[in-house]
């Protein structure tokens, strides 16, 4: 794997160096824009909304509209110049426990490995957050930009989870407050989740979709006339029983005929 960033953990007076790599990586089916005629690749131009004339990357700037209608205009020197004070740094500034940070708020994933004289001190880090049961709640300096973030073991090395910041999630619009589950709905129900509920195992798990993406590219390049398509769902019918659905999938999953698919 290749370094996306090289920088320190700060942890209270101790500074170790290390480095960052993706934790996930982008294995889908990129498609380029082609003219259907003789495919060739298509070429987006700019072109100015006013004027009509094509513009250029060097005359290009960034703008804002304000409520009132009024266009702010700011250059990228203006933007460069508030990554100024951001160090290549993350910096832990408290700790909190494992179950307290709501995954709504989890980003990206980022494994971070020590520079081979910083091994020890990342070692104790990492073995402090397992013993205590937390995570180290930081504030990350990547690719100049401030980020919020948490740094948590992972199978023996520390994983960097950057957060949204709070601000940014929102509310939902409805509630169901109240609405009140039946007795005989939530008896069946809680057996159908004990009888589904196993230890979680990400392998046994696929991309159903990206397969048949992948297969219908490999349909198409050998010239096949049929290419693979997603099975359409049962149809359940346009009334709701949700008493004898409960029970209906219950004896599925003791009679081993209810799958996880993926997709």
């Known amino acids: 794997m290749r370094a996306v960033w090289r920088g320190s953990v700060s942890f209270g007076l101790v500074v170790f160096p290390v480095r960052l790599f993706g934790a996930t990586r982008d294995r889908g089916v990129r498609f380029h824009e ?87 001190s990342y070692v104790v880090l990492r073995d402090v957050l397992v013993r205590l049961s937390r995570v180290a709640v930081v504030r990350a300096g990547l690719r100049g930009r401030e980020v919020l973030g948490v740094l948590r073991p992972r199978g023996g090395v520390l994983v960097l989870q950057t957060l949204v910041w709070p601000e940014r999630v929102v509310e939902p619009g409805f509630d169901f407050s109240g609405v009140v589950s039946g007795g005989a709905e939530l008896a069946v129900a809680e057996s159908l989740v004990e009888s589904m509920t196993a230890p979680f195992d990400g392998s046994v798990f696929s991309d159903g979709y990206g397969e048949r993406l992948a297969g219908l590219i490999e349909a198409k390049a050998a010239g096949a006339a049929e290419v693979p398509v997603a099975r359409a769902p049962e149809e359940t019918g346009g009334g709701v029983d949700l008493l004898g659905a409960l029970r209906r999938s219950v004896e599925r999953v003791r009679s081993g005929r209810l799958r996880r698919e993926g997709g």
Do not use: N
């Open 34 to 120: 082609v003219h259907r005629v003789d495919g060739g690749r298509v070429r987006h131009r700019r072109v100015c909304s006013v004027c009509g004339a094509g513009v250029e990357s060097s005359e290009v700037a960034k703008g804002y509209v304000l409520p009132d209608g009024r266009l702010v205009m700011v250059e990228a020197e203006d933007v460069a110049g508030l990554s100024a004070g951001v160090e290549p740094t993350i910096e832990v500034v408290q700790f909190a426990g494992v179950d307290e940070v709501d995954p709504v708020l989890w980003g990206r994933s980022y494994f971070v490995e020590p520079e081979r004289v910083a091994v020890g």
